[in-house]
DNA sequence: GTGAAAGCGCTAACAT
DNA sequence: ATGTTAGCGCTTTCAC
């Protein structure tokens, strides 16, 4: 056991200087009934005099609950993750939770192991925001039954709660607005494929221009990796083809980022001579010179629901299973306009669009 | 007593299984000596069959330590936290501790009380990135004696250990480095007052001016918050003075976003008619249009050095008053040119000077 | 090398 | 409205 800390202040403590016992304390200070309204100041007043602070494992062992949620990451990277984050913090913050923020790193073996451990009685449920390799975590998760949900992923292998946006309307709605402002040959930048969401960006893709009786080639199809850097070599491949497209879209604002580079690299006009779109709508796509046209993504909104999720979980609901789908909206800047060499086209009906600079 | 969670695999279960003592199963998954080999094997296996994971807040009651550190920030907002925070998460994960991210929020008078619950017993150790109103956070933290380190701060009143970067240095230098481009009249924009960097950096600025043998004029000086948006007010009020300076100093980079931005709705090439430069080399700083010049701070490093600081003193070390300073170095991009009028005037001795393009 | 007993600080359940 | 008892799951101490 350990050294007694001389130094600092327990309930018996308390109990004492008030003069009743500990279990009133604990009722008083956990704001129970059947206290008496005097005897409540007073053990009030004392607790406050001596700077009383419950102590967290005593209590989590005691009660069975940490007060505490996981959220695993795969790494933190970027604005993206940031704004989930701040999703989070607020909410568990609001509901009187802690948050745990656990990095899975690369994944590798013992990593597992290791998120595994901390899954043991430190968290009260986990948030994943998966990482690359993302269903030995999520059998993992489910093997044990903490609350868990699972943020911006689409999997139909497990029965576990997800947060996540409208994926595939967003990106349909995006490639219709291309089309309608005449793009006829629009690029692909494909993210990280066992994610989920990338297949629904794609299906988006792919519907919009069914809809629009354009066929789909493969070839203006390319596998990205969120990262910018992928959309930089992508988006080199569609432009020096023998006929490129008129406008890319990047499945994410990161590799957006990369287009654009290329595109001052290879002194194309934005976007007089190559329209650009990205995913997600962080912070950064609203600086970038010209501002980015993106799919808003609702991260914030999406860390928050899910830690509501969890929380109820944790209160004995039964969440497996729920889904909950935010819808995304679209942010025209100033990267988008009529495709090259068809500036006299008419643009036939342009959705209610609102322009969104919320920097 | 909390319900008996039927499921979860004890001590006491493995111990069974293997036939030996809790002891003998405890001294085993903590590699403690004075077991025989075959036993730490047999307990071993049985562990591993079980699925077994310590309950971590059992072990936290009895040692008193939950290996757990808090990280103290005011809100999640800037890319600049989100490097501290790698670098944080990194040495974390790395000594073996976890993560509890706790946002002060806008520190009224219950949100300190929140963060003061939050440090009983909950973290070993205390990491603070300071919010606005430094002041009493550091008198609350000096008060428990929890290991707590201070990230990019410098407060003379209390004797917390902390890690900075060379806040003068590196201002000073790159203001050095505006002088020798030519520039003379030179617009600087502040941080906020109290966080004592601030004031850091404003020293850099004036040293290298009187070096230089220029006078130090108040009115070049405007006051900021590290947001975009006062760097935008801050650099319009600069430029509409009768002798605008030909350069301007944003004491971070955000502020400097704000600048360029005023810049550009002014109509004003960059870095031709006017040169920005920012301080902390924040990812986005990189893909700016153009690509801003900036002083890089090494906050990664600095969220890394902070953990292991705090663990030292966590493991009995006198970390009292010790103070970590980590060099800046400049990082030369495109918002940086001659002063205009000046095209044609000798520029006598640049700094060595490192491009850097990290991103 | 191993085990028994005691206790970390708190709260649930059952008194009164 | 308040107190007593027992125990959460683990580790420390001390005995063997």
Redesign the pocket.
């Known amino acids: ?5 001389s130094r ?1 202040i ?3 403590h308390i ?1 004492d200087q008030a ?9 008083v ?2 704001n ?5 309204v ?3 100041q007073r053990v009030l007043r004392v607790a406050n005099e001596l700077g ?4 967290a ?3 989590a ?4 609950k940490t007060r505490m949620i996981g959220l695993v990451v795969g790494s933190i990277t970027s604005e993206y993750l940031l704004e989930i984050i701040r999703g989070v913090t607020d909410e568990t913050r609001q509901l009187g939770y802690n948050l745990v923020l656990i990095t899975s790193g690369h994944n590798r073996e013992d990593e597992l192991t290791q998120v595994t451990y901390l899954m ?2 430190l968290v009260d449920g986990i948030l994943l925001v998966l990482p690359r390799e993302a269903d030995r975590f999520l059998k993992l998760v489910s093997n044990h039954n903490l609350p868990s949900v699972i943020i911006d992923h689409r999997s139909n292998e497990v029965n576990l709660p997800m947060v996540r946006a409208a994926n595939r309307e967003g990106m349909k709605e995006m490639t219709r607005f291309l089309i309608q402002l005449g793009h006829q040959r629009i690029g692909y930048i494909k993210g990280i494929q066992g994610d989920g969401t990338c297949h629904e960006r794609l299906l988006g893709y792919q519907e919009a221009l069914a809809e629009a009786g354009f066929s789909y080639f493969e070839e203006l199809v390319r596998q990205g990796d969120y990262e910018a850097y992928s959309g930089e070599i992508s988006s080199s491949e569609l432009l020096l083809m023998n006929e490129p497209p008129t406008a890319i879209i990047a499945s994410n604002d990161q590799m957006a980022f990369g287009v654009m580079a290329t595109a001052h690299r290879l002194g194309l006009h934005i976007p007089e001579q190559l329209s650009i779109v990205g995913f997600d709508n962080i912070p950064s796509s609203a600086r970038m010179v010209p501002p980015l046209t993106t799919v808003h993504q609702p991260l914030y909104d999406m860390g928050r629901e899910a830690v509501r999720m969890a929380v109820a979980g944790i209160e004995g609901e039964a969440i497996t299973g729920r889904v909950m789908v935010l819808p995304t909206r679209l942010v025209i800047r100033s990267t988008t306009g009529l495709p090259r060499d068809k500036k006299t086209q008419p643009i036939y009906s342009l959705p209610a669009i609102q322009e969104g600079m919320e920097s």
């Not at 056991?1 to 800390?5: E, I, P, R």
């Not at 129970?32 to 008496?36: E, F, R, S, Y």
């Not at 009383?52 to 102590?55: A, C, F, G, L, V």
């Open positions: 056991m350990s050294k007694v800390n600092k327990r309930l018996s109990a003069g009743v016992s500990m279990m009133t304390v604990s009722r200070l956990n129970q009934a059947h206290v008496k005097d005897t409540r009383y602070t419950p102590h494992s005593a209590r062992l005691s009660t069975g043991g009685g």
